[in-house]
């Protein structure tokens, strides 16, 4: 079992910064590091998309929308990843959710959750 936990997220003017931080606890005697984490947004009536990935090698994947704009690294001795987001647009406006994949022995790998924090970003 995996906790994931997402913060810094908040209101913003377009143009400014934020900085997004994810950080998965194993459960005590978990036998298994984490493996991939990744951030993905929702905006109301939209569909959820993908904004950054990072595997546990520290290979990173972008969403189209954030490319050359947000950047995703990760500390796996604390099994954190932090986004970083610059040049925010409105656009941007939406509840961005963290995930932690982790192997099970009898289920495989499978994903956790956190339940998101929002980011505003106003014109």
């Not at 569909?47 to 990072?54: G, H, M, S």
């Not at 090698?57 to 929308?65: I, K, L, M, S, T």
């Not at 796996?76 to 939406?94: G, I, R, W, Y």
Request: with cysteine.
């Amino acid at each position: 079992q995996v906790q994931v936990s997402e913060s810094g997220g908040g209101l913003v003017q377009a143009g400014e910064s934020l900085r997004l931080t994810c950080a998965a606890s194993v459960v005590p005697g978990g036998a298994f590091n984490v493996k991939a984490m990744g951030w993905y947004r929702q905006a109301p009536g939209k569909q959820r998309e993908l904004v950054a990935t990072i595997t546990n090698r520290g290979v990173p994947n972008y969403g189209d929308a954030v490319r050359c704009r947000f950047s995703i690294s990760r500390d796996n001795a604390a099994n954190t990843a932090v986004l970083q987001m610059t040049s925010l647009k409105p656009d941007d406006t939406a509840t961005y959710s963290c995930t932690a994949k982790h192997p099970s022995l009898s289920d495989g790998v499978m994903d956790f959750w956190g339940t998101g924090t929002l980011v505003i970003v106003s014109s």
